[in-house]
């Protein structure tokens, strides 16, 4: 799927290490809010690398959605394969159409390996 808007938040990262595997994770999370006639916020997540992304920023994020189920609860998690950032409050309108017009920055993310989720 894929849905553009604006970042709004960029939440500070978690981490910790994996009772099953001893691994090391971090998660990073950031909300868009959609621009439909009643926009929507939106939390995503990615565990990998560390993207560096503005407030006011406008994004184009391809991700899935997955729920899992733990201990007789559900987790739902919109998951980020890759941004494409639209344009960023850090350059004038004019500029951004500029400088993105033909060549978007695109940031994949690879796909974690096993489960996503730390527990």
């Known amino acids: 799927m894929e849905l553009q808007g604006t970042i709004q938040t960029v939440l500070p990262k978690e981490s910790g290490v994996s009772q099953s595997s001893g691994k090391q994770w971090v998660k990073n999370q950031f909300v868009v809010e959609t621009k439909e006639q009643y926009p929507k ?50 350059m004038g309108v004019d500029n951004a ?11 994949d993310l690879p796909e974690e ?3 996503s989720l730390p527990f």
Not at 57 to 86: D, M, P
Not at 102 to 107: F, L
């Open 41 to 90: 916020k939106i939390c995503f997540q990615y565990w990998k690398d560390d993207v560096p992304l503005l407030i006011g920023s406008e994004v184009n994020v391809g991700f899935s959605i997955e729920s899992r189920e733990y201990n007789e609860r559900w987790y739902t998690e919109a998951k980020v394969h890759y941004i494409n950032i639209l344009s960023s409050p850090d």
């Open 97 to 107: 159409e500029a400088n993105f017009e033909n060549q978007k920055p695109k940031i």
């Open 113 to 115: 390996e096993g489960d």
